[in-house]
């Protein structure tokens, strides 16, 4: 008998066969709130940067605060899934995310939006492991859970996709705060059908929750994640860099460690024995690092350089959402027939050649090639988010599928916060680097201009329209500049991270 087999949920209405779809579709509902919320505030960026006044700083942690949060916490939530149950879970970070989303969504500074994104991420951590691995016990059947998964995956992929679209169009009628505002009826259906249509599950032997582990893998993640984000931003010139480095460094092996010793594991590390498992994790890692980085700051070059509103801006990003729903639907088939090794190169690949288009990208581009670009790099994160999850879940013991699931969207989190940690630092350096002032600016108007193109915006306002115009035209050029430099070096991670999961899928020579 297998350890699978050893436990499997209580039968419930949820099991019969026209409930299962109809609960699957419960668990696509949160992953979409989920993920729009990950990338909804894009378009808002400018109208926060006018309202709020954030530094260039708080910015980027406005971006990125989280999706570190999230990061930090998924390993500890996916496991605490598996003990207490993953739909008792999933209810309380529905609960606590609309709780969260109503206090950004009047946030009256930079502090406090940086704040309640971060308790968005606590509540998003609770949720995302809680779906995934729900799927693997609504779905017994490894054809079904393919479909199953790939249906989760288009959604997931999808949100992220349409969250500008749905940024632009509250936008257009209504204050940033609006986007937050969206999550509060959405997330009162799915605490009603959720607690109706959902079954419950856990790990029928978990063991204690080591407090200990929780403690070490958030401080890890989240102080080497720190220290790259800085150190990007600012060098290594501060102590703080270098002391959270080698602390966060430090804190993840004495976490690996501990799991070797342990009875029962916050996180099974073993895991990554299995050369599918580690392929996925990687794959996930990477696709994210080289997209969001990049994609965080597409959304202000269509709006302040192109002179597009929120809600055109949406629009334009419109063949990601088509590429990622397409791929994600198809990735069960294609794996299929040319094998998971071929279809997650395919989709590295692809991401990496459609990002490499985009460091040649100019003020005046034609939009058709920007189409393109981004329905490739909507199908390559699609494929490649979908296959990495199936990847995951079938490696894993279904017992443990919570923590191993959690796993799979840490390396999503983890990697759209590097992402903009990294190639975002790139950028505001290339455009800091190339933005130049006339003589006689208010020293406060000329740091604000230098830090973002948004404070560019607001500095030539203030100018004469002459000189105004050039200083403007200048910091867009430098911006472009700096997108494409950024582009560049993401492709270059996808095309290494590609070659990188061929060798790890190579056949066993047993």
């Given at each position: 008998?297998?350890?699978?087999?050893?436990?499997?949920?209580?039968?419930?209405?949820?099991?019969r066969?026209?409930?299962?779809?109809?609960?699957?579709?419960?668990?696509?509902?949160?992953?979409?709130?989920?993920?729009?919320?990950?990338?909804?505030?894009?378009?808002?960026?400018?109208?926060?940067?006018?309202?709020?006044?954030?530094?260039?700083?708080?910015?980027?942690?406005?971006?990125?605060?989280?999706?570190?949060?999230?990061?930090?916490?998924?390993?500890?939530?996916?496991?605490?899934?598996?003990?207490?149950?993953?739909?008792?879970?999933?209810?309380?970070?529905?609960a606590?995310?609309?709780?969260?989303?109503?206090?950004?969504?009047?946030?009256?500074?930079?502090?406090?939006?940086?704040?309640?994104?971060?308790?968005?991420?606590?509540?998003?951590?609770?949720?995302?492991?809680?779906?995934?691995?729900?799927?693997?016990?609504?779905?017994?059947?490894?054809?079904?859970?393919?479909?199953?998964?790939?249906?989760?995956?288009?959604?997931?992929?999808?949100?992220?996709?349409?969250?500008?679209?749905?940024?632009?169009?509250?936008?257009?009628?209504?204050?940033?705060?609006?986007?937050?505002?969206?999550?509060?009826?959405?997330?009162?259906?799915?605490?009603?059908?959720?607690?109706?249509?959902?079954?419950?599950?856990?790990?029928p032997?978990?063991?204690?929750?080591?407090?200990a582990?929780?403690?070490?893998?958030?401080?890890?993640?989240?102080?080497?994640?720190?220290?790259?984000?800085?150190?990007?931003a600012?060098?290594?010139?501060?102590?703080?860099?270098?002391?959270?480095?080698?602390?966060?460094?430090l804190?993840?092996?004495?976490?690996?460690?501990?799991?070797?010793?342990?009875?029962?594991?916050?996180?099974?590390?073993?895991?990554?024995?299995?050369?599918?498992?580690?392929?996925?994790?990687?794959?996930?890692?990477?696709?994210l690092?080289?997209?969001?980085?990049?994609?965080?700051?597409?959304?202000?070059?269509?709006?302040?350089?192109?002179?597009?509103?929120?809600?055109?801006?949406?629009?334009?990003?419109?063949?990601?959402?088509?590429?990622?729903?397409?791929?994600s639907?198809?990735?069960a088939?294609?794996?299929?027939?040319?094998?998971?090794?071929?279809?997650?190169?395919?989709?590295?690949?692809?991401?990496?050649?459609?990002m490499?288009?985009?460091?040649?990208?100019?003020?005046?581009?034609?939009?058709?090639?920007?189409?393109?670009?981004?329905?490739?790099?909507?199908?390559?994160?699609?494929?490649?988010?979908?296959?990495?999850?199936?990847?995951?879940?079938?490696?894993?013991?279904?017992?443990?599928?919570?923590?191993?699931?959690?796993?799979?969207?840490?390396?999503?989190?983890?990697?759209?916060?590097?992402?903009?940690?990294?190639?975002?630092?790139?950028?505001?350096?290339?455009?800091?680097?190339?933005?130049?002032?006339?003589?006689?600016?208010?020293?406060?108007?000329?740091a604000?201009?230098?830090?973002?193109?948004?404070?560019?915006?607001?500095?030539?306002?203030?100018?004469?329209?002459?000189?105004?115009?050039?200083?403007?035209?200048?910091a867009?050029?430098?911006?472009?500049?700096?997108?494409?430099?950024?582009?560049?070096?993401?492709?270059?991670?996808?095309?290494?991270?590609?070659?990188?999961?061929?060798?790890?899928?190579?056949?066993?020579?047993?």
């Amino acid at each position: 008998m297998s350890t699978t087999s050893l436990h499997r949920p209580t039968r419930t209405a949820a099991h019969r066969p026209d409930r299962r779809w109809i609960a699957l579709g419960v668990l696509v509902l949160a992953i979409v709130l989920v993920a729009i919320d990950a990338t909804v505030l894009v378009l808002a960026i400018p109208s926060i940067t006018e309202t709020l006044r954030p530094s260039s700083t708080q910015l980027l942690w406005i971006g990125d605060i989280y999706s570190f949060v999230l990061a930090g916490l998924l390993v500890s939530m996916g496991s605490l899934s598996d003990r207490i149950g993953r739909k008792k879970l999933l209810m309380i970070g529905t609960a606590a995310f609309g709780a969260a989303s109503l206090v950004a969504a009047y946030a009256p500074g930079p502090g406090w939006l940086i704040a309640a994104r971060a308790l968005l991420g606590v509540a998003g951590a609770t949720i995302m492991p809680s779906t995934l691995s729900l799927i693997r016990s609504l779905f017994p059947d490894a054809r079904e859970r393919g479909t199953a998964i790939g249906i989760w995956g288009a959604a997931a992929t999808a949100g992220a996709a349409a969250g500008p679209l749905v940024g632009g169009v509250l936008l257009e009628h209504f204050w940033w705060g609006s986007v937050f505002l969206l999550n509060l009826p959405v997330m009162a259906l799915l605490l009603v059908l959720g607690g109706w249509l959902l079954p419950e599950s856990r790990d029928p032997k978990p063991g204690r929750w080591d407090l200990a582990s929780v403690l070490l893998s958030m401080f890890g993640v989240i102080a080497v994640v720190y220290a790259i984000k800085e150190a990007a931003a600012h060098g290594v010139a501060r102590w703080d860099v270098p002391t959270a480095a080698v602390l966060g460094t430090l804190a993840l092996v004495v976490f690996v460690r501990r799991q070797l010793r342990l009875a029962t594991p916050l996180l099974d590390v073993r895991l990554f024995a299995d050369r599918r498992f580690t392929a996925a994790i990687l794959g996930a890692l990477v696709a994210l690092i080289g997209l969001a980085g990049v994609v965080f700051f597409i959304s202000q070059y269509l709006q302040l350089v192109r002179g597009y509103s929120p809600l055109k801006a949406g629009l334009a990003e419109m063949p990601a959402f088509a590429g990622a729903v397409v791929a994600s639907m198809l990735c069960a088939r294609l794996a299929r027939r040319a094998g998971a090794r071929v279809a997650l190169v395919v989709g590295l690949l692809a991401m990496g050649l459609a990002m490499g288009v985009l460091g040649w990208l100019q003020q005046d581009t034609a939009y058709l090639v920007l189409a393109g670009v981004f329905t490739v790099l909507g199908a390559g994160e699609g494929l490649v988010y979908t296959l990495s999850a199936d990847l995951v879940l079938t490696a894993a013991p279904e017992e443990k599928s919570g923590a191993a699931s959690a796993v799979s969207e840490t390396a999503y989190e983890l990697g759209t916060a590097l992402g903009i940690a990294l190639f975002g630092s790139v950028l505001t350096a290339v455009y800091a680097h190339g933005v130049g002032l006339p003589a006689g600016v208010d020293p406060e108007l000329a740091a604000r201009a230098r830090e973002s193109l948004g404070g560019a915006v607001e500095a030539a306002a203030t100018l004469p329209a002459g000189v105004g115009q050039v200083m403007l035209a200048q910091a867009r050029e430098s911006f472009v500049h700096g997108l494409g430099i950024a582009a560049v070096l993401a492709a270059g991670l996808l095309i290494a991270g590609a070659v990188l999961a061929w060798f790890l899928l190579r056949p066993s020579r047993r």
